[in-house]
């Protein structure tokens, strides 16, 4: 699943009771596109795409919800718990239902389907304690004010010669009958946010909890068990992403705390250690996006590649791929997911700085293929970039790569993924990338929105050909070699070339 969600909230109802029977008389922006054009007329290349940002859940809102939000809440006696009382929670509420003759329920449920209880997990039928002939049909207390039918129902009633006679029904709900929003919201301090996003990795929820749920972590953890099945595992992340790595420290607040899981990704299968490697399934769609661009035989270089998630998907696509990352514990595990996804011959591993990685791999393979491209022949030749906190910045070592090396027919294109907090952020990572590169983008340039990661930060992919005059152009007798800004671990860098 494998985009962003916000907290799902699970739902049952095991531990429903009757109390008694009573008889009483009837009577909730972000810009789908970036009009760069429009906005900087002559300072922007015509050919900027303009791409709507995925899409976001949020929590439903229910009919109930809107009516009356104390009906299903648990009691105020739940207020600031910090340690989980599923006992704490159990509450009756008052609602409507039909007595009817269970030989006629089945033809009675549909014509009255919009005035029936609507709430997921409340069963609609349950038996007469006083008639083992009879049914009682739950009812909606919001559709029926004051426990009296309208005129509508009152009608189908009639052609089923069942008396228009609305009863009083005492339901107890108990923990498992509330879901998590409504759970938390009794729970929390009053007024303060309530809902937490999490990511979905397999058996394990991550949440970024804000400062003020940071008391009541143990037991959101636990309610995020309970209500979604499959998830055994809760962590909250408790440091920045680490720049280096790109991991980040965590704490295990409910559940197993193994951390090695599976996830499956657009058909395509993963192993990790969520403790050690970076992997985020809000960029599903992402990944999607670029290998779909790719053509069989094609050659791809992923310079920040992590597990894998664009090297494998490239691999399986039958494209030749070089994949890099620094951090070890990455590295070991690309190479298992290339074994587990049987690709090992399709993809070169490297485990090495990002810089590096282009300086040297990349230039030698682009100095050869490019070259080799005949009318027959002529695979593109793609560098994906995702580190978005720095990427822009290693863009510099594209600036005289291959420098008095013949020149190929076609260019190399490079998505290089950025942050902005700017107000046009398409703008914004499109001028720093011109920087980076010394170069013009004018006529060989688009945007692409991933995703918001921040109110006001923004994930963007800039995608464009490397201008040949960066590329083969040479530098200026002043011109400098720009600074490493990442330092490779202290073991010498390796280059392994995986098994079939």
């Not at 749920?213 to 143990?218: A, I, S, T, V, W």
């Not at 951090?327 to 399709?346: A, I, Q, R």
């Not at 340039?445 to 991933?450: E, R």
Request: proline share 7%.
């Amino acid at each position: 699943s494998q985009v962003w969600v916000f907290l799902e909230f699970g739902f049952s109802a095991r531990l429903l009771k009757t109390n008694h029977f009573r008889t009483a008389a009837s009577n909730t922006s972000f810009p789908a596109v970036w009009m760069l054009l429009a906005q900087y007329p002559g300072r922007i290349p015509g050919s900027f795409a303009k791409v709507q940002r995925n899409s976001f859940f949020t929590m439903p809102e229910t009919v109930e919800d809107k009516a009356d939000p104390e009906l299903y809440s648990p009691p105020p006696r739940v207020r600031g718990m910090t340690q989980l009382d599923r006992e704490a929670f159990k509450r009756t509420i008052v609602v409507p239902v039909l007595k009817v003759q269970k030989e006629i329920i089945g033809s009675l449920l549909k014509p009255l389907k919009h005035t029936l209880l609507q709430r997921p997990g409340l069963k609609r039928v349950i038996e007469d304690p006083d008639d083992e002939n009879s049914r009682l049909v739950m009812l909606d207390p919001h559709k029926i004010p004051e426990f009296s039918l309208g005129g509508s129902e009152q009608e189908v009633l009639k052609q089923f010669n069942i008396p228009p006679v609305v009863s009083k029904y005492d339901l107890e709900l108990t923990y498992e009958s509330f879901k998590l929003e409504e759970i938390l919201r009794a729970v929390l301090p009053e007024g303060q946010e309530v809902t937490s996003g999490f990511s979905r990795v397999g058996h394990i929820a991550h949440l970024n909890l804000r400062d003020h749920q940071l008391p009541y972590r143990y037991l959101i953890g636990q309610v995020i068990i309970d209500k979604n099945p499959g998830v055994t595992s809760v962590v909250n992340k408790t440091s920045i992403i680490d720049s280096t790595y790109r991991n980040f420290e965590m704490e295990v607040l409910a559940g197993e705390s193994n951390l090695v899981t599976k996830v499956k990704e657009n058909n395509t299968t993963y192993e990790l250690d969520f403790s050690k490697v970076y992997w985020n399934p809000r960029l599903s769609t992402e990944h999607g996006r670029i290998v779909e661009l790719l053509k069989p035989g094609d050659v791809l270089f992923d310079v920040f590649a992590g597990v894998g998630p664009f090297a494998i998907p490239a691999a399986k696509k039958k494209c030749r791929v070089f994949a890099n990352d620094l951090n070890p514990e990455s590295y070991t595990w690309l190479l298992h997911n290339c074994k587990l996804n049987k690709v090992g011959d399709k993809i070169k591993a490297f485990n090495m700085d990002g810089r590096d990685f282009l300086l040297g791999p990349v230039r030698e393979e682009l100095s050869k293929g490019l070259l080799l491209q005949t009318e027959e022949q002529k695979p593109s030749f793609h560098i994906v970039m995702n580190l978005p906190a720095l990427a822009l910045e290693f863009l510099a070592a594209f600036r005289h790569l291959l420098a008095g090396a013949a020149r190929g027919a076609a260019l190399p294109t490079v998505h290089c993924y950025a942050f902005s907090k700017h107000p046009e952020p398409a703008l914004d990572v499109w001028q720093r990338a011109e920087a980076s590169l010394g170069a013009s983008l004018r006529a060989c340039c688009s945007v692409h929105a991933v995703r918001n990661v921040a109110p006001n930060k923004e994930m963007m992919c800039l995608s464009f050909q490397l201008p040949a005059d960066v590329l083969y152009g040479r530098p200026c007798p002043a011109e400098e070699k720009p600074a490493c800004k990442r330092q490779r671990t202290s073991k010498d860098s390796s280059e392994e070339t995986l098994p079939s």
